[in-house]
């Protein structure tokens, strides 16, 4: 992924943690249906949701883009790719929730 340049919306960055939003929702309500937070779902969620998609995604760099975003005078860009990606984020982790009970409920023979 390259740092954006402070003068443009960072679509890498946003990109990646729209799709870990995603992901992230899925693997919880996935493991929420599956049962009860303990033993192999715990470890799980643990793994893959603070691990892998922890490492996917990138707050820093979310930081730091909105930082260079109002040094470089675009603190009006900032800010709006700040509450843009908040909003997408939460939007993305309801995707992937609806996603997963759509799924699960389809293999179960139940309507999710």
């Known amino acids: 992924m390259w740092p954006a340049t402070g003068a443009a919306w ?46 996917f995604t990138t707050y820093s760099a979310f930081a730091l883009e909105i930082s260079t975003l109002a040094r470089n005078g675009f603190a009006g860009l900032g800010v709006g790719y700040a509450l843009v990606s908040i909003t997408a984020g939460l939007a993305a982790a309801m995707a992937g929730i609806a996603a997963a009970a759509a799924v699960l409920g389809r293999y179960s023979g139940g309507s999710a």
Do not use: K
């Open 10 to 55: 960072p679509w890498g960055t946003f990109a990646v943690n729209l799709t870990g939003a995603f992901i992230l929702g899925a693997l919880l309500e996935t493991l929420t249906l599956l049962g009860p937070d303990g033993g192999w779902r715990q470890r799980a969620r643990l793994f893959v949701g603070t691990g892998i998609c922890g490492a």
